[in-house]
């Protein structure tokens, strides 16, 4: 980072800096100038002072050793009694940007009596398994988890660390590149490797009008993020390879801050990015009661539901059914669009699936762009027709 400073012994006040900055970024109200926020930098002002007083300070930023942090490090979650699948998702990705620079993938996985996900995770092409088995883990406390990890990454060294993007994981990574002073990129959606093991983390920004592409040049490791469902989990091999290497807490992490008061268990709800088959519906539905054709055709068809935003801002809708940037990201086998645009906010997060049908009366609508059957007609004919069709009537 670079700045301008004047150095007030040297000046004269003779305004000379103010009439030479095109961008109006001199303020002359005392004795002496001051650079206000349009100042981009550009030293104009440097070579126009006769006596100089203005000086360019330029901050260098101290260079990590890039090639004492090596492989891919991968969080394997396990909440809720299961191996998370994102876990997978972040295996098969890491296995990809691996394989070109001759990296291994490494996994910690955390928890209490968790062997058997341990064990699974060897038929993933995961190199070594850290695990930190104790029941001091059965429950997520983000200072316990973040200080195992932590003591993970420092035996390791990686390169680059990748965690999934529940709430879980949206907890634990922050925590942890702080403990690091080095960067993390949020809900990534896709991810490249360099040659020089500088990790491009692409995700949607300024509302998904961007893809904008974030580096972390200068520290070690590299944290990203990644939802579920963004990535392919790669098939099980049923030979397992890699080694489970258990360890045990660090003293320091037991410390906790947290202390459990109650744990409520909440009925367990299907999430729709879990869904095989989903019919959403869009603003073209007129009115609340016509999303009961939407959940009727999702149950014709052995399927879940899911709306736009709009429609949960309406409040017709939970945000846990809303597709989209602010909401869900899904890859059913099959989605039926009914009555939606097709806006960038919704489909990067749909447009993965296998099967995408879209039902508008726009001929010009963009989700057409993404669609494999496009239905350019009044969604209130082609959703009834539809029910009747897989009811069986005439
Ligand atoms: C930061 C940010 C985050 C966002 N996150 C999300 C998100 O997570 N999810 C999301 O969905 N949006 C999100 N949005 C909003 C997004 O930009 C769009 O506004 C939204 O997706 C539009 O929803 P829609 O397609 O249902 O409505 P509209 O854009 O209003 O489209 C309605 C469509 O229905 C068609 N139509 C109308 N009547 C009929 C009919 N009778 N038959 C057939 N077709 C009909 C119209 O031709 C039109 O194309 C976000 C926006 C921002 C800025």
Known sequence: MAKIAVLERKCTGCGACVKACPFGAID???????????????????????????VKLE????????????????YAEVSGGRLHPVSLELIGKARELAAPLGYAVNAVILGSSILQYAEELRHYGVSEIYMYDDPALSYFRADVYAGCVEAAIRSMHPSVVLVGATSLGRSLAPRLSTRFHTGLTADCTQLELRENTDLVQ???????NIMAQIITPHTRPQ???VRYKVMDAPARSDAPGGIILPQSIPQAALASHAELVETRQVPPSASISDADILVVGGRGLKKE???EMIRHLAHLLGGDWATTRPLVEKGWNSNDRQIGLSGRTVRPRLILCFGISGAIQFTSCMKGSDHIIAVNQD????????????????????LPNLIARLEGQP
Request: with cysteine.
């Open 59 to 74: 901050t260098r930023t101290a260079e990590v050793d890039k090639s004492k942090w090596q492989g891919i490090l991968v």
């Open 223 to 225: 944290f990203a993020t």
């Open 363 to 382: 001929p010009n609508a963009p989700i057409f762009d993404i669609a494999e059957i496009a239905i350019v007609d009044d969604l209130y004919t082609v």
């Open 28 to 54: 002359m109200t005392g004795a002496h100038p001051e650079m206000n926020a349009a100042c981009c930098v550009c030293g104009l002002c440097v070579k126009a002072c006769p006596e100089q007083a203005i």
């Open 202 to 208: 692409i995700r949607p920004a300024f509302g998904g």
């Open 289 to 291: 009661a016509d999303l």
